[in-house]
């Protein structure tokens, strides 16, 4: 800035237009050392795509496993050195110039959303459940051997027997968990719309990339592209009004202009400052494309048919880490910016809380695929979450973000055991398939039931406490009636997730049943993974209550 | 004229988008709607930028564009690869997954 001083000061002859601008221009002031995490997630995903592009193939699949491992390792790492050294409470602060909040939620969310990546990416790696390939006697995992081959095809035919495999999706999975740690930290409505972008368009791929089942994974990706392309352009035209109410697009500014703090005067801004109809339509339709991310009712249509037709390990991944970043930015939107609208938001959130809690249970019992079961099992989900989202008060923060840990790792586990269970035609997803197999596999069934149970909220699990934290919130927030009416929705999902049980292990397994495949280190230490977070916040919850109670503040 | 007129007529835009999503059948041409609502977005945000005399709407309806533009290859990409495994852009023959 001293050298434009200086120029501008000898040169007076300069027209007044020019110096005007050259002092008027600032040089942005990015706080690296905040937004490292994002930073180097994105960084390895660019680094990856370089690799994809000059490494000869057999190295790729090595090299890109190492690369994703360590760059989510790190970014996790330098989350928690952010939170040790007092950036979630102390110096929450805003970042980049007003585009990213570095606060308590952001940090658990960014933490949450690391270690869901990570173990993501060991179920991406498993390459011991396909059978070799003929040609080369490589291992292949789950991805197609040539996505852009047409299935059946000769294409697909030559690629499968020559053990290709799609690596990149190693570098798509770091796309997306980059724009979902920005997701839930964006502080201006400009950097939600991006990252809602960068964070889907690698998700919508990802899921066309199986190599069994490929028309219901193509069809999958075109469901989820059109449907959360269509959800996007609410959002932005939200946010467009917004920016017409406000006259910015910054959190705090159009919060304070809500507030009435800063009334203007001026004719011209009458029009549009402070014209409620902008205010109402504009935040509804934010609130919108949120809630389409959350997958509740009534925007969860494209839930079922993507989580069944998407290869399993996006699935999981999918259904854990973009619930976390959703429901952050979700509350970042509600707590932060439309706090003096809650009196519009919250009945009508009452709703949308009540029906994705009854639909996401009623149709789950009606289901026969573990998937879509799994997928309307995670609508019901959203809905408790939303209760917590419902109570405005600290602690209705904290118990969302306690609940969003607890609930993202019990469905990585869930669906890495759905992975598992396969028969000729890939996994045997159907149930009637998967009666019985507690008697095969006791070990994989009985995992499989803790996440069930968990699911449920059975005491002892991870998934009693998240509920009971949420349920006390909102209890305490004065919806009691909401808390009532989730008791109820728990006792229906539980008789589903307990009628599976009783299949798996009391049912005779048919003679033509699936078979339980053996796993290697990669899926095992996921699945391990799950369980443990599954039981250590079912058993010892305090001190991440704690955490997430110490999380809870949103900085403005 | 006052630019809240634009205002109006991007609001047309967009419902004329959302329904053709709603409405059409071609893939495709679907997914143009979408573009549609997004340059409806487009002509809000620059209107009101006018209005507020801040340059906050116009440089969010340059992030758009490029947004936009990456959707579409996402997009097309995706379609592409159904049409060339199903022969045909409809989305309502992308039906093999019902309740």
Redesign the interface.
């Known amino acids: 800035m001293s050298a434009v001083a200086t120029v501008s000061g000898a040169a007076s002859s300069v027209p007044s237009l020019w110096t005007l601008g050259a002092e008027q221009l600032q040089a942005p002031k990015i706080e690296y050392a905040q937004l490292s995490p994002t930073l180097i997630v994105l960084g390895a995903a660019v680094v990856g795509i370089v690799l994809e592009a000059f490494l000869p193939r057999k190295f790729r699949y090595g090299a890109q496993l190492i690369l994703a491992a360590l760059g989510l390792a790190s970014a996790f790492a330098a989350v928690l050195g952010l939170a040790i050294s007092g950036h979630a409470t102390t110096k929450a602060a805003i970042a980049g110039m007003g585009a990213i909040a570095v606060d308590g939620p952001t940090l658990f969310l960014q933490g949450t959303i690391l270690l869901v990546g990570l173990v993501s990416v060991f179920v991406f790696a498993e390459r011991r459940l396909e059978p070799r390939s003929h040609k080369s006697g490589a291992h292949v995992d789950s991805w197609a051997a040539q996505p852009a081959s047409v299935p059946g095809g000769e294409g697909e035919r030559e690629a499968t027997k020559a053990g290709w495999t799609t690596t990149e999706v190693y570098p798509l999975l770091l796309f997306a968990v980059g724009g979902m740690l920005i997701f839930p930290a964006a502080n201006d409505l400009l950097t939600l719309f991006i990252a809602l972008e960068v964070f889907s368009l690698p998700l919508y791929l990802l899921c066309a990339l199986a190599r069994r089942r490929r028309l219901l994974s193509q069809e999958a990706a075109v469901k989820y592209f059109l449907l959360g392309a269509f959800s996007s352009a609410f959002l932005l035209f939200g946010a467009a009004l917004l920016y017409g109410y406000a006259g910015t697009v910054d959190y705090s500014g159009i919060a304070r202009v809500i507030g009435n703090a800063d009334r203007t005067t001026s004719a011209v801004l009458a029009e549009t400052t402070g014209n409620d109809a902008l205010l109402l339509i504009g935040g509804a339709l934010v609130v919108m494309g949120l809630l389409f991310k959350v997958g509740a009712v009534p925007f969860h249509m494209w839930t079922p048919d993507v989580y069944q037709g998407a290869p399993t390990p996006v699935t999981g991944f999918m259904a854990a880490a973009t619930k976390v970043a959703a429901f952050g930015a979700l509350l970042r939107l509600l707590y932060v910016v439309l706090p003096g609208l809650r009196w519009d938001w919250r009945p009508v959130m009452w709703g949308v809380a009540i029906l994705t809690m009854l639909a996401g249970a009623v149709v789950a019992i009606t289901q026969t695929d573990i998937k879509r079961l799994l997928a309307y099992s995670s609508i019901a989900h959203a809905g408790f979450l939303l209760a917590g989202v419902i109570a405005t008060s600290r602690d209705g923060v904290s118990s969302v973000l306690f609940y969003l840990g607890a609930y993202s790792f019990v469905t990585l586990g869930a669906f890495a055991v759905v992975t598992l269970v396969r028969d000729a035609g890939g996994e045997a997803t159907h149930l009637s398939k998967w009666a019985g197999l507690g008697r095969r596999s006791p070990l994989l069934a009985g995992v499989f039931a803790v996440f069930l149970l968990a699911f449920a909220g059975i005491p002892l699990t991870s998934g009693f406490s998240g509920k009971f934290a949420v349920f006390k919130a909102a209890a305490e927030g004065g919806a009691g009636a909401l808390v009532v009416v989730g008791v109820i929705a728990s006792a229906i999902a539980a008789f589903f997730y307990i009628r599976v049980i009783v299949l798996m292990f009391l049912s005779e397994p048919k003679a033509d049943g699936p078979t339980v495949a053996v796993p290697s280190v990669w899926t095992t230490s996921a699945i391990t993974a799950g369980v443990l977070v599954t039981i250590v916040l079912g058993v010892a919850p305090q001190y991440f209550l704690d955490l997430a109670s110490q999380a809870g503040v949103f900085v403005r | 004229m006052s630019p809240?007129n634009y205002?109006y007529l991007?609001a047309v835009l967009?419902t004329i988008?959302?329904a053709g999503?709603l409405i059409r059948r071609n893939?495709i041409v679907?997914?143009m709607c979408?573009e549609l609502?997004?340059n409806?977005?487009?002509l809000?945000?620059v209107?009101?930028s006018r209005?507020?005399g801040?340059l906050?709407?116009q440089?969010?309806a340059f992030?758009?564009m490029v947004?936009a533009a990456?959707?579409v290859v996402?997009?097309l990409?995706?379609?592409v690869?159904?049409y060339?495994?199903?022969h045909s852009a409809s989305?309502d023959d992308?039906?093999?997954?019902k309740?």
């Open positions: 809240v205002v991007a967009f988008g959302a999503v893939a679907v997914f979408v609502m997004l409806a977005a487009n809000t945000l209107a009101f209005i507020h801040n906050d709407g440089i969010m992030f758009v947004v990456a959707e996402v997009g990409a995706i379609i690869m159904m060339r495994s199903r989305v992308a039906s093999l997954m309740l």
